[in-house]
């Protein structure tokens, strides 16, 4: 019997990285992860073999590549936080991508983000434009699948939009909330980095949802759906920072950064090109109403528990 072919995905056990991987088990094919997190958070059991990832052991790290046909790469971070820097985050991935090279990975399928910019004054998408390069000028072949806001039923931003909705008699959007935003479905971000790991060809390709809202019209939406009372205001970004960082420091999570305040109003959350998935939010909110924003999720406690 032919032995099915390996994948490796960075994070099989975190949000994207845990679709991807369910998705490719489903396919019959095989998949390990490296990870940073203990193999008792492994929801796969022994269909999933572990690995740590080893960024500074560039020998191992090749060793626990080798014999992958195709890597799914799901590591980044979200903001520095201790040792966890953009700067880090982009060597650590020039790591991964030579270690892959020298282990004779064929293909990368990597998640970016949309309008990643090597001239971007946000580190993170200007860090996710670093690696994008790295990957083209590799040896690799690869597909680069840049998707904007992710929601999902482990998704930390909506779920928390709707947690303070929930909560507060008073929610605070930050500047006119004219913006835009055009999420996507996590099940349709898996399905998109799934079939370009099985093409052959070189691809940039945003993943994007159908819908594209204003920030106001979502925050408004997901308030309606789960009939939330809290009035909507609009306060200037910076007393809405300071407001987040006081929620932050009582629920002890950053519930949002700067950058991520100033990348959304800068409409970087929102693809030029047609939009590649097919969940509409609206439809997923109609469904998980009721669970969305029960309770809040920390990104911080998830990671270092
Ligand atoms: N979530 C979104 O809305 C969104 C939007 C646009 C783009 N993206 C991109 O999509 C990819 C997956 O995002 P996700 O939300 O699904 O991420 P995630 O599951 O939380 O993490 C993905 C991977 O990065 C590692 N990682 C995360 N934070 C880290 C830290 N502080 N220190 C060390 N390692 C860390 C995780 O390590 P462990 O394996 O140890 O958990 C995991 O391997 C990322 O590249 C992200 O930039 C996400």
Same mark, same amino acid.
């Given at each position: 019997?032919?032995?099915?072919?390996?994948?490796?995905?960075?994070?099989?056990?975190?949000?994207?990285?845990?679709?991807?991987?369910?998705?490719?088990?489903?396919?019959?094919?095989?998949?390990?992860?490296?990870?940073?997190?203990?193999?008792?958070?492994?929801?796969?059991?022994?269909?999933?073999?572990?690995?740590?990832?080893?960024?500074?052991?560039?020998?191992?790290?090749?060793?626990?590549?080798?014999?992958?046909?195709?890597?799914?790469?799901?590591?980044?971070?979200?903001?520095?936080?201790?040792?966890?820097?953009?700067?880090?985050?982009?060597?650590?991935?020039?790591?991964?991508?030579?270690?892959?090279?020298?282990?004779?990975?064929?293909?990368?399928?990597?998640?970016?983000?949309?309008?990643?910019?090597?001239?971007?004054?946000?580190?993170?998408?200007?860090? =996710?434009?670093?690696?994008?390069?790295? $990957? /083209? !000028?590799? %040896?690799?072949?690869? #597909?680069? @699948?840049?998707?904007?806001? &992710?929601?999902?039923?482990?998704?930390?931003?909506?779920?928390?939009?709707?947690?303070?909705?929930?909560?507060?008699?008073?929610?605070?959007?930050?500047?006119?909330?004219?913006?835009?935003?055009?999420?996507?479905?996590?099940?349709?971000?898996?399905?998109?980095?799934?079939?370009?790991?099985?093409?052959?060809?070189?691809?940039?390709?945003?993943?994007?949802?159908?819908?594209?809202?204003?920030?106001?019209?979502?925050?408004?939406?997901?308030?309606? =759906?789960?009939?939330?009372?809290?009035? $909507? /205001? !609009?306060? %200037?970004?910076?007393? #809405?920072? @300071?407001?987040?960082?006081? &929620?932050?420091?009582?629920?002890?999570?950053?519930?949002?950064?700067?950058?991520?305040?100033?990348?959304?109003?800068?409409?970087?959350?929102?693809?030029?090109?047609?939009?590649?998935?097919?969940?509409?939010?609206?439809?997923?909110?109609?469904?998980?109403?009721?669970?969305?924003?029960?309770?809040?999720?920390?990104?911080?406690?998830?990671?270092?528990?």
């Amino acid at each position: 019997m032919e032995i099915p072919e390996l994948n490796v995905v960075t994070g099989a056990f975190g949000y994207t990285g845990k679709y991807i991987t369910q998705r490719l088990l489903s396919m019959g094919e095989r998949v390990k992860t490296l990870t940073g997190r203990s193999d008792l958070k492994n929801p796969f059991g022994s269909q999933v073999t572990t690995s740590p990832f080893n960024f500074d052991k560039l020998s191992l790290l090749t060793e626990s590549l080798r014999g992958t046909t195709t890597l799914y790469n799901t590591y980044w971070v979200r903001f520095s936080y201790r040792g966890a820097t953009f700067d880090r985050a982009v060597e650590n991935s020039k790591k991964l991508i030579k270690a892959a090279e020298s282990a004779g990975v064929r293909r990368i399928v990597h998640i970016s983000i949309t309008n990643a910019s090597e001239e971007s004054p946000f580190p993170y998408f200007r860090g =996710k434009a670093i690696v994008e390069k790295a $990957i /083209i !000028h590799s %040896k690799l072949s690869y #597909a680069i @699948v840049r998707p904007t806001v &992710i929601f999902g039923a482990e998704g930390v931003l909506i779920n928390n939009i709707a947690w303070l909705l929930r909560r507060f008699p008073i929610f605070a959007v930050f500047g006119p909330g004219k913006y835009r935003i055009q999420p996507v479905f996590v099940e349709d971000l898996a399905e998109i980095a799934v079939s370009m790991g099985h093409r052959e060809d070189n691809v940039v390709t945003d993943a994007v949802g159908p819908e594209i809202y204003t920030f106001d019209e979502f925050v408004r939406l997901i308030a309606q =759906k789960i009939r939330s009372k809290a009035k $909507i /205001i !609009h306060v %200037k970004p910076g007393l #809405a920072l @300071v407001l987040a960082r006081l &929620i932050g420091y009582m629920v002890k999570d950053v519930v949002i950064t700067k950058d991520e305040i100033n990348g959304l109003m800068s409409n970087l959350l929102v693809s030029a090109s047609r939009s590649t998935a097919k969940t509409h939010f609206s439809e997923w909110l109609d469904v998980n109403a009721g669970k969305v924003g029960a309770r809040y999720i920390s990104g911080l406690e998830r990671r270092y528990d």
